[in-house]
């Protein structure tokens, strides 16, 4: 048990142990990126050298060596939050007890620091004073106490956990391998919070997480609350698997078109249909369903490709935090790693976005995170395309909320996660902007208060389903904004009464309107999409509200 006293507290430096914390910090991460690279430059040796007894000698070390190294991590990892702790807790109740010391000083107690024992002067136990002062005594005495005690009590956690988690002379941090991540254990973390999340996958073992990401990419790349790079380990291997497939798929399909027009041309048909009754209906028919196969196989595999492109660039360095082709397809990248920028932009792209428009998308992020950084070449800003949900595919099923609501919950759990993932004591500023029906599914997001966004901008939006922003209670009201050009034909939507409630323009709705380019009045369609186009006001606007706002 700790002995700490009260005068040992009050002279308490805790300089060192800031010092010390640092040290393990980048112990830890050192070694997370050691172990990562080793179990990545082994993992494939037993498909380079499959068998012999120098094989299986080398197999067998280096899985040892694996384990070894990713078990040092949590241990490192442990002990450097102990002594953060232990020097942020110290200096905070080094602190309260001076200010206890000072307060009783200043009611002309006298205060022994060795043995806890307050005096008063004569005069105040006397005219009736008594049971005043012996009240005020016992209090102070009491604080001083508790302060003491709960320094004694982070003394000793702090020695515990460093004593359990330094190596012992045999066996250094262990061997034993801990056991696999399950698909079970990781849907059974999509049900906690990303912050849970988080936790739970920080004390993993790198050789756990490396499992977990190689086993279940399809599970760890949708997990909010894992960090960007190990989302984007995951979905990369996804890209790498669906590009195959649809590629594959799609080019048989263009194969038996191109068999099947053969045939026809020949007049050959009854040789592919020689049960048929009519050959050119069969084929008609088969032709029919594989153009309609085609189109989606087609769109999705263009998508994945912008995708593979945008990835291959590394100015500014591209992370893939989701991907599904699944339906019209789901897609989240994010220009600049978001758990370590100093601005965030999540961008909610509207009706008809699928995977197959993504490079649209796409590089509507590339220009909203090269505009920041011209507008503050100080800071990093990470620009991410969000497309987390199924958007509309008409305009006229855009009247509907029921996307919204359902894309909320999504984009809702997609913000707490890079809350939790946020690396670094100051956050980040977290914008998130809606273009269109986007807008919508924010709006939705932030009807419910813990929506973890600091600002929020509304593009050409059709309606955010309230009146005003007094009812966003998700969102700083002093932070909220919205454009829309002149000519933007999405301007005869909004409607107090009918559609998505209020236009966010109108100055009853309360958010803080800034300029666009009026757009053509002509092809009112095309203003509806030419906030990014080159010169527009917009961007520049846009830009500002995510380095601090305007």
């Known amino acids: 048990m700790s002995a700490l006293t009260l005068r040992q507290l009050l002279a308490t430096d805790v300089t060192p142990w800031h010092t010390a914390a640092e040290t393990w910090q980048k112990l830890a991460q050192g070694l997370d990126d050691a172990a990562e690279r080793l179990i990545r ?32 991590y949590n241990p490192a990892r442990r002990i450097f939050d102990a002594m953060d702790q232990h020097a942020y807790g110290m200096s905070t109740l080094r602190r309260q007890a001076e200010e206890i010391l000072a307060a009783a000083r200043q009611s002309g107690f006298t205060v022994d620091t060795a043995t806890l024992d307050i005096t008063a002067p004569a005069g105040l136990y006397q005219g009736g004073m008594l049971d005043q ?60 919070t990303p912050e849970q999340v988080n936790g739970w996958w920080r004390v993993l073992t790198p050789e756990q997480q490396e499992q977990a990401i190689r086993d279940h990419p399809d599970l760890v790349g949708w997990l909010d609350g894992i960090p960007a790079g190990d989302r984007d380990l995951a979905n990369r291997a996804i890209l790498d698997r669906e590009t195959a497939a649809l590629t594959g798929r799609l080019g048989q399909v263009d194969a038996r078109i191109a068999y099947l027009q053969s045939m026809l041309d020949q007049g050959r048909l009854y040789e592919v249909y020689p049960h048929e009754i009519d050959p050119r209906s069969a084929a008609d028919r088969e032709l029919l369903n594989l153009g309609a196969e085609r189109e989606p196989l087609s769109g999705k595999v263009d998508g994945l490709t912008a995708i593979r492109d945008r990835l291959a660039n590394p100015q500014p360095p591209a992370f893939l935090l989701g991907l599904s082709t699944a339906d019209d397809g789901r897609a989240i990248v994010s220009v600049n790693n978001p758990d370590t920028a100093n601005n965030v932009l999540t961008y909610v792209p509207g009706t008809t976005a699928d995977l197959a428009g993504s490079r649209g998308d796409i590089d509507r992020a590339d220009k909203m995170a090269a505009d ?42 997609f913000q707490s996660g890079l809350r939790a993932t946020h690396e670094g004591d100051v956050p980040s500023r977290n914008t998130v902007l809606g273009h269109s029906y986007g807008s919508t ?89 030419a906030y990014w186009e080159n010169g527009n006001i917009a961007r520049k606007n846009i830009a500002r509200i995510v380095t601090g706002g305007l």
């Open 41 to 72: 430059g082994t993992r494939d040796l037993a498909h380079v050298w499959p068998s012999g007894a120098g094989a299986t000698a080398g197999h067998e070390r280096a899985a040892r060596l694996r384990t070894e190294l990713s078990n040092v």
């Open 133 to 192: 002062t012996a009240r005020a005594i016992g209090g102070l005495a009491g604080d001083l106490r508790s302060v003491v005690e709960q320094a004694r009590a982070l003394d000793d956690s702090t020695a515990n956990t460093v004593t359990v988690n330094v190596p012992t002379a045999g066996t250094a941090f262990g061997l034993s391998r801990m056991d696999p991540i399950t698909a079970d254990d990781l849907r059974a973390q999509a049900g906690r």
């Open 372 to 413: 920041a950084g011209h507008t503050d070449p100080a800071a990093t800003t990470a620009s991410i395309y969000w497309l987390g949900y199924d958007a509309p595919d008409l305009i006229p099923n855009a009247a509907s909320d029921s996307y919204a609501e359902k894309g909320a919950t999504e984009l809702s759990g």
């Open 441 to 529: 599914v924010m709006g939705h997001s932030a009807m419910q208060s813990g929506f973890e966004a600091d600002a929020a901008i509304f593009v050409g939006s059709p309606g955010v389903d309230v009146n005003h922003v007094s009812e966003l209670p998700g969102l700083p009201s002093n932070e909220i904004y919205a454009t829309r050009a002149e000519h933007d034909m999405i301007k005869w939507i909004p409607d107090l009464d009918a559609a998505h409630g209020n236009d966010p323009v109108r100055s009853d709705f309360g958010a803080w309107v800034f300029p666009s380019d009026p757009g053509d009045a002509v092809r009112q369609d095309l203003t509806h999409s």
